[in-house]
């Protein structure tokens, strides 16, 4: 049907054309990204009306649409948190700013309504889902080329023209800011990573897990401490998720791999001139003495795995486990018990205060004490889409250029984010979308392991958003993703032939 292939075209499109347009530059990427997402997806709505106009009954037409989208649970939520955007917007008093949204971040009214159209759209139709990721990883590899020749000041394409010098580390690639860069790896990566993990031809395995080093090293090229959340986070997915011991023995010696690539990326730095300075946590883990004691850990468990094959899940478990109970042991002790202690560099790790990652303690404290402050309609719906930044500057403003010489304007965290802006019945409603999708998620990877994909891309997203923010230039992508997790083969569908409308199951 001509619905679908224009569907399918906007979907190829967004994995290939979206992340890799630009113009004017780094001066307003995300606004290249804004203009063309919302003439992408107007263009799709477009001409899904004309084949509905054009259609021979119209009205039994519109009923079955109406019927697929009321079988979908995860539409109803996504539905209920546009209507929940739309009256943020109406009650705002910054409806200059909900509207397109802050400007560089452009995730305003507009943006949340695009989102919404491409979700429905995406989710209730049938999907190659391989071939989407598969296009998807050759874009994100040319991204991350890009990605790494910046981050040794190689710049063919002049990005970099009129930035100022000491600007420039922030910005790479396509994409612009390195916080930007490291939410796109975040999807990018994990979807190489299952692509090469599950592959059964040889061949393919090594193509993709090729592509992986490449993302990998845009992504430690960008030294942004949300890459490392990520990476943490695909890890234990990953060893949840793999059930055969030698996928697993693959996948750690992709591990490997990446620590002898940043140890490589290190070296090479240290001998260009041009090359970006690269963050705390980037020379931590590519030390020479960190990298060969990862190595022979990974050599270790992949002996104890060939001989206790069924043992290694739980001795995998148990490292997870005491991990991430030494983190939150640390973090309360030196935190809310003991704050006077010197920890050096672990500071910004283990104790929160302003200074908490790169000043993130800072801008959530100040966001939920002025949204405790709001209005009960503001604190019930929120201020109005992406309009944090005239929230928080009159009151804080002055405060942030005296101890930071900087403003911000958004959270640094979606979900404080999304409290501020579209209040408890906002978040209410996001949580919702995200339960219900992880929830029909997890029943599609279970009967193809094509859509793991989609999952690993939407669960690495939704972790590092706890330390990242949301605008037009990767968010997008993320709610792309979830909609084709959900695009399964029993969800129900309606087609036109000859004008008789058919109700039928995804063939």
């Known amino acids: 049907m001509l619905k679908n292939k224009i569907k399918k075209f906007y979907i190829y499109l967004m994995v290939t054309l979206f992340p890799l347009v630009f113009w004017d530059f780094y001066f307003d990427i995300a606004d290249a990204k804004f203009v063309v997402f919302v003439a992408l997806t107007f263009g799709m709505l477009a001409g899904f009306i004309m084949c509905v106009c054009m259609g021979k009954d119209i009205s ?131 979807v190489a990573v299952v692509k090469s993990v599950w592959s059964d031809s040889i061949k393919q395995k090594c193509v993709y897990s090729v592509g992986s080093l490449i993302i990998y090293a845009g992504m430690f090229g960008g030294g942004c401490d949300s890459g490392y959340v990520v990476m943490a986070a695909m890890t234990i997915l990953m060893v949840i998720c793999i059930k055969d011991y030698m996928r697993m023995i693959h996948f750690l010696i992709l591990l490997v791999l990446y620590l002898w690539t940043g140890f490589i990326m290190i070296c090479v730095n240290k001998s260009v001139e041009t090359a970006r300075t690269m963050d705390s946590i980037s020379l931590i883990v590519s030390d020479i003495r960190v990298v ?125 984010q999304y409290l501020m802006t579209n209040g408890i019945a906002g978040l209410t409603a996001y949580a919702g979308l995200i339960i219900t999708c992880l929830r029909y998620g997890i029943k599609n990877v279970k009967s193809d392991k094509e859509y793991m994909c989609a999952f690993m891309a939407v669960s690495c997203y939704l972790v590092q958003a706890v330390i990242n923010i949301n605008q037009v230039i990767t968010t997008p992508l993320m709610f792309l993703f979830m909609a084709v997790l959900i695009s399964d083969k029993s969800k129900l569908q309606f087609n036109v032939s000859d004008g008789i409308i058919i109700h039928t199951k995804n063939l």
């Open 292 to 416: 060969l004691v990862g190595s022979l850990a990974v050599a270790v468990l992949i002996i104890i795995m060939y001989k206790f094959k069924s043992a290694l899940k739980p001795v995998l478990y148990a490292v997870i486990i005491m991990a991430a109970v030494m983190f939150f042991a640390g973090f309360i002790y030196f935190t809310f018990i003991n704050r006077k202690m010197n920890i050096g560099s672990l500071e910004n790790i283990f104790r929160f205060s302003d200074e908490w990652g790169s000043r993130r303690g800072y801008v959530w404290r100040v966001t939920v004490e002025k949204f405790k402050n709001n209005p009960w309609y503001n604190i019930l719906f929120g201020t109005g889409p992406d309009t944090l930044e005239p929230v928080l500057t009159p009151e804080y403003g002055d405060e942030m250029y005296r101890r930071f010489s900087a403003y911000y304007d958004n959270a640094h965290n979606e979900y404080i």
């Open 60 to 190: 039994r037409d519109m009923k079955a649409a109406y019927e697929t989208v009321r079988s979908s649970a995860p539409a109803k939520w996504m539905l209920l948190w546009c209507g929940v955007n739309i009256l943020s917007f109406c009650i705002s008093k910054y409806k200059d700013t909900a509207f397109p949204g802050t400007g560089g971040r452009d995730y305003g009214l507009v943006t949340v309504i695009c989102i919404t159209i491409m979700f429905i759209a995406v989710s209730t139709m049938e999907l190659n889902v391989k071939r989407i990721t598969d296009v998807f990883v050759v874009t994100s590899v040319i991204v991350a080329l890009l990605a790494v020749l910046n981050s040794y000041g190689v710049d063919f394409i002049g990005f970099y023209d009129g930035v100022r010098m000491d600007l420039r580390m922030l910005y790479q690639t396509t994409l612009g800011h390195v916080d930007i860069c490291s939410t796109f790896f975040s999807m990018a990566l994990p």
